[in-house]
């Protein structure tokens, strides 16, 4: 209930934010949520308000990074190409569109030390996807 | 053409905020991952800072933007356990700002030595 209470609340986040940390945030969240349940339901309810507060204060704060153009990842690409790919290989292919984007926007921008993460991240995701085409049989 | 290195000035440096500063400091001797920063970040503030993840991650896609940390390939963690180090921009960064903060702990002892000797 708790995590799916965090996943709908991690929504309100830009889409390009879920797709880098989504994951991750809730794999946090989710071990500090067991450790808390431990200390007696007072904590874990003062435990679960303060992390819904701050997850919807961060959602409204990585939109306004988003919308003055400071963000760190790019808008991905529209997902109409990819929508009836499974799950996993859709997201690898949000990453590599991101990663991609990323790249694209450093160079432009005469910003190489950007580019150098942004190219490290393209070819880790690039290689991700290859994996998961062969996995699931799917042609290039 | 002569180069000059930019020496470090902690007059000159933006005082981080918390988050930012704690998650450096943690950072500082060892990449660590999500979690594991949360609990390190409690541990170095004697329990009195707890970040949420929403702050959390908040400060670290900061970070990353601002090439101060970077993410780290660690074999034995999946990639829900993405792991961060420091970068050398962001153990410059946090050289700076506990200089910063020396200096303003010196002058603050000072004023207040100063203002017990007068009363």
Known sequence: MTTFTYRAVLRLYPPDHRIWFGAEMQSVFEEAALEHRGRGSIAYARFLLAEYAALAGGAAIAWAAKLAGRAYVHQPQPATQTALLPGEVQEAQDRLNVSLNGLLHAISHHEFLKARVYAAEEQKAREDLRLLREKYNIAE | ?119
């Open chain 2, 1 to 119: 053409m002569r180069h000059v290195a930019e020496q470090p000035d902690a007059t000159n440096s933006k005082p981080l905020t918390e988050p930012v500063l704690l998650i450096l400091m943690s950072l500082a001797s060892q990449p660590r991952h999500g979690y594991a920063l949360m609990k390190d970040i409690e541990t170095l503030s004697n329990g009195r800072v707890r970040l949420s993840t929403g702050t959390l991650y908040g400060a670290l896609r900061r970070l990353l933007d601002d090439l101060w940390i970077e993410r780290f390939e660690q074999e034995d963690t999946s990639r829900d356990k993405q792991a961060y180090r420091l970068t050398y921009e962001g153990r410059r960064q946090l050289q700076l700002e506990l200089e910063r903060l020396k200096q303003l702990t010196k002058v603050g002892i000072a004023r207040l030595r100063l203002s017990e000797a007068q009363s």
